[in-house]
């Protein structure tokens, strides 16, 4: 039996097009597996995942990565919060707000903050939608939690973050190139350039 090709993705990458070409071009059964953003590096590191749709930075010492693409940062907020009167936010905007979970970038707001608990995306937007606090996030994050009881606005200010293919330095095998190929757009018959 042969081993299956795991591929993990952070919460909001679509891993979805290239797993359809994959499963169309090979017989090695591809498994996706879903991974936290804090988690993202200790599949590969492990040997437990062969590749993993990342959000950058990720450690250079130990992965290869390719950058894809980058995601619009937005504020999600409760359905009534005044941010829904507008089409686009700046971080100015909240200042006074309790950030409900800490972002990447380190920015907080300048109001003094509760001491959240640790949470996860989903928990962190049940909170937002009871209405006591917003959370910063990707936008395609934001999109695949939303709730009828949030709504989100890009946050023009906050930098984008950058989604990457990451793999270890170790690894490079047919099973590696061919789903960097998958990814770059490569046809069955084009060669690895």
Do not use: N
Not at 66 to 91: Q, R, S
Not at 123 to 151: F, H, Q
């Amino acid at each position: 039996m042969t081993t299956p090709f795991r591929v993990g993705f952070v919460t909001g990458a679509t891993p979805d097009k290239w797993a359809e070409t994959w499963r169309r071009r090979s017989r090695v059964p591809l498994e996706l597996v879903p991974v936290e953003e804090p988690e993202q590096e200790e599949g590969l590191r492990d040997g437990t995942l062969d590749m993993t749709l990342v959000r950058l930075p990720v450690d250079r010492d130990v992965l290869h990565c390719i950058p894809l693409y980058e995601e619009v940062p937005v504020v999600v907020v409760g359905h009534e919060h005044v941010v829904t009167a507008v089409d686009e936010v700046e971080l100015a905007d909240l200042a006074e707000e309790q950030l409900v979970r800490p972002h990447v970038s380190g920015w907080r707001p300048e109001a003094p903050q509760l001491a959240w608990p640790v949470m996860s995306l989903p928990e962190a937007v049940e909170t937002v939608a009871a209405g006591t606090g917003v959370l910063l996030a990707p936008m395609s994050v934001a999109r695949l939690l939303r709730r009828k009881d949030t709504a989100y606005r890009p946050v023009v200010d906050l930098p984008p973050t950058r989604v990457g293919l990451a793999w270890r330095l170790d690894r490079d095998d047919e099973r590696i190139q061919t789903f960097i190929g998958i990814v770059r757009g490569r046809t069955e018959r084009s060669s690895r350039g």
